[in-house]
């Protein structure tokens, strides 16, 4: 790799550090301010899934037009709606009915800046290497993105026991216009030359054609499907999970910490069994099987055990279930981005947040009500069985291997 791919890669992975210590401190936070808001894990889940249904949205109604913008014009857009949602939580009323209200509006804005920024930050990875070095372009990235999200965890927790929500606020804001001066400076000064096209398929039926003629593609799809529904809802009740493990639902910041912590991990131990040529069936057993082992874990731990030691279980079988979770989505986005074309990347990387969105949209949906009707440690054994029974369906793919992207398909 020369320098200056270097050095333009290291920019990129600087500016996705930004934003996701932002994003980190945004979404998490705003979990937290619907359950102290209402007091119901059934609104914990609701406010998840208006976020996942507005990304599913803006996924769908921005595919072709970001396909046509210069990168520094989709960051522009994303930090403009970020901001935007800020202002709204700013001027959001305390303890009233009207809080629920601005909470989702501010959600739906911010979770639309994420679909922009993802994309965005994404196809500038991918710009910034060699075809044969996406990968490990697309693992380094998704690593800063994963330490970043852990700090931004460790900062939300400090911040909610010594000070208020607007503080908070302030900070993301701030996070979110030195994220915008990065991108101009990185993003900004070398225009995007945007060939002319008379290709206007949506998205959506992108992919559908990506996944008909590419094998790998369709065990992507599967892969997606298994995130969205059974591992979306761990992440959306992280507040609940906070309060039931220690008795204070502040200490969400922390648990999320513990969580992108053993995401950060998961994504190195993800590189190697790219490295040594494990196919993309294996990888994906390995992660399903092992997501829905510590997840069954966790719930053994919930009802067996109480106090001192209920709260380091559940901070490890947290971490555990971090790193294979997001060894699923790490092996997950590396296969979506090798088997897409390059001048198509872009409509297929927002399809698939758009179906991601969309099935997590439902699924959260359901795991907040059932947690309010039954029990969070109900919802996370059915996650958990799923989990392990779609490890095993994975075994009808064995025949799978990492099948070389055709080089012509990642310009």
């Known amino acids: 790799m020369s320098s200056e791919p270097s050095l333009r890669l290291r920019s990129v992975i600087a500016t996705t550090f930004v934003w996701k210590l932002g994003d980190g401190l945004i979404a998490t936070g705003l979990g937290y301010i619907a359950l102290v808001a209402t007091g119901s894990s059934f609104w914990v889940g609701v406010q998840y899934a208006v976020s996942l249904a507005t990304a599913a949205l803006g996924a769908a109604f921005l595919g072709r037009w970001m396909d046509r913008q210069n990168l520094i014009t989709i960051v522009r857009a994303g930090v403009a709606l970020c901001l935007l949602g800020v202002a709204i939580m700013a001027v959001s009323p305390e303890a009233t009915d009207a809080t629920i209200l601005f909470l989702l509006a501010a959600t739906g804005l911010v979770s639309v800046s994420f679909v922009l ?20 372009g697309t693992t380094q990235a998704r690593s800063a993105q994963l330490a970043a999200r852990a700090l931004g965890g460790l900062v939300l927790s400090v911040l909610l026991y010594a000070t208020r929500t607007p503080v908070i606020l302030l900070l993301v804001a701030a996070l979110t216009l030195i994220l915008w001066l990065a991108c101009e400076r990185v993003l900004g000064a070398s225009r995007q030359v945007i060939p002319p096209s008379d290709d206007n398929e949506s998205a959506l039926k992108v992919f559908v054609r990506a996944v008909r003629d590419c094998r790998p593609q369709r065990l992507v799809l599967a892969m997606l499907l298994c995130y969205g529904i059974f591992v979306s809802p761990f992440v959306a009740l992280l507040p609940v ?19 992108f912590a053993g995401g950060t ?66 092996v997950f986005n590396v296969a979506a981005q090798e088997f897409s074309p390059g001048y198509q990347r872009r409509r297929i990387l927002s399809a698939l947040i758009l179906l991601g969105a ?22 996370l054994l059915t996650c958990a069985i799923a989990l392990i029974a779609f490890a095993l369906i994975q075994l009808r793919w064995r025949r799978a291997s990492n099948i070389a992207p055709d080089p012509a398909l990642l310009h």
Not at 117 to 130: E, T
Not at 283 to 295: D, E, I, Q, V, Y
Not at 358 to 374: D, H, K, M, P, R
């Open 241 to 259: 999970l906070a309060e039931t493990l220690t008795g204070n639902s502040k200490n969400v910041g922390w648990l999320s910490a513990v969580y």
């Open 265 to 330: 991990v998961s994504i190195l131990s993800g590189y190697v069994s790219t490295r040594i040529n494990i196919p993309l069936a294996a990888r994906t057993f390995l992660a399903c099987g092992l997501s829905g082992l510590w997840l069954l874990a966790m719930v053994v731990s919930l009802s067996t055990t109480s106090g001192t030691l209920l709260v380091i279980l559940g901070g490890a079988f947290t971490f555990l279930f971090g790193h294979a979770s997001t060894m699923l989505l790490s």
């Open 358 to 379: 969309t099935v997590g949209t439902a699924a959260v949906l359901l795991a907040g009500w059932w947690s309010e009707v039954q029990s969070l440690a109900a919802v």
């Open 117 to 136: 920024m993802s994309v965005a930050l994404s196809a500038a990875v991918a710009a910034a290497v060699p075809p044969d070095r996406l990968l490990l």
